[in-house]
């Protein structure tokens, strides 16, 4: 009857839950899709992403969230109130929300995540930044005075940290991830090909053949897309050496990021995280090669987390054991270590 703590990742692509003693319980692609005229919100989630790029003109399907942060806030209060229903049965209390944050996010936005986490039902938010959760998520001891350095890609957001002590020492957050690929993937296809493609036709064509570092054998994929020459439908094939070099732009900006948080950091951490190596997590850290091409860049072993894409949200519940220790509200660290 008491209620549960819940731990969410606020992904820009998707949102998981994690609810104290059960673990991840919902997996989702954060997107809403609404009736223009009345306003009724008709699916959220799975249901919802089918709708995209396909819908009639009365019926409106979005991404709320953009680039990490809330981009339409009653959407997004709209829809965390949906998936925090579909966890919670009856409760006498309202549930502690511990909910993760891109490490450069502005006040402004804390309080709008802040927000829509009370009028969801929390009865009280806490936020935590996506780095530390992605640390704790893949297994790493934050506590110690050892420095660990994370890679969390996700849809929207590239997050870059150093971590010590229990502590960011080091971070950067750049706006180049998962769709910025998508992205990158239509612009290419458009310009070598003369073919306008869909984002979800991006997205399948980044999972399947997408690398962003040669792989061992070449892979091709056929797809389907608009001839921009006659506007009628076109049937081709590419292979995954386009993709490297679709890739190479927004491959570049995350490597010269990486780079930007190294050059930052005490010497003395440097030399931990040569020891300890490189560690990444959420969805873009799957894209094929996106390992190997740190590491020849950096000279620093790199490997992926299992189960990259839970990582954050693992990391989020289990910080849900030390609730009580944190403080409720905005807790942009970068601005705090500013003000002492």
């Not at 780095?131 to 849809?155: E, F, S, Y």
């Not at 892979?219 to 070099?245: A, H, K, Q």
């Not at 560690?279 to 094929?288: Q, Y």
Request: hydrophobic share 40%; net charge negative.
């Amino acid at each position: 009857m008491f209620s549960k703590d819940i731990g969410i990742d606020l992904g820009t692509a998707s949102i998981l839950v994690y609810v104290a003693g059960k673990g991840v319980v919902l997996r989702e692609p954060s997107v809403v899709a609404l009736h223009k005229d009345t306003g009724k919100l008709l699916k959220v989630g799975t249901e919802a992403q089918q709708m995209l790029g396909k819908t009639p003109g009365n019926i409106v399907a979005i991404r709320p969230l953009r680039e990490g942060v809330i981009s339409d806030y009653d959407m997004t209060e709209r829809m965390l109130k949906e998936f925090i229903r579909k966890v919670t049965s009856f409760r006498l209390f309202k549930p502690r929300i511990v909910i993760c944050v891109p490490s450069g996010i502005t006040e402004v936005e804390e309080r709008a995540v802040i927000d829509a986490g009370i009028q969801a039902g929390a009865r009280r938010v806490y936020l935590i930044e996506e780095p530390v959760a992605a640390a704790i998520g893949a297994g790493i001891d934050i506590t110690k005075p050892d420095g660990h350095m994370i890679v969390d890609i996700g849809g929207g957001t590239t997050d870059i940290a150093v971590i010590s002590l229990s502590g960011i020492v080091e971070s950067t957050s750049i706006k180049i991830a998962g769709d910025q690929f998508d992205e990158a993937i239509v612009k290419y296809i458009r310009r070598k090909h003369n073919v306008l493609i869909g984002d979800r036709t991006a997205e399948e064509l980044k999972m399947k053949i997408g690398c962003v570092f040669p792989r061992p054998e070449e892979e091709t994929m056929e797809i389907r897309g608009r001839c921009l020459m006659t506007g009628l439908p076109r049937v081709f094939s590419v292979n995954s050496s386009e993709m490297i070099e679709a890739f190479e732009e927004p491959a570049t900006r995350i490597l010269e990021a990486i780079h930007g948080v190294l050059e930052r950091t005490p010497p003395e951490l440097v030399a931990d995280i040569a020891t300890n190596g490189i560690v990444m997590t959420g969805g873009g850290s799957l894209l094929w090669g996106f390992d190997k091409l740190i590491e020849s860049h950096t000279g620093i072993e790199t490997h992926v987390a299992d189960d990259a894409i839970s990582c954050v949200a693992y990391g989020t519940g289990k910080s849900l054991e030390s609730v009580s220790d944190m403080q409720d509200g905005t807790i942009n660290l970068s601005r705090r270590k500013q003000m002492n």
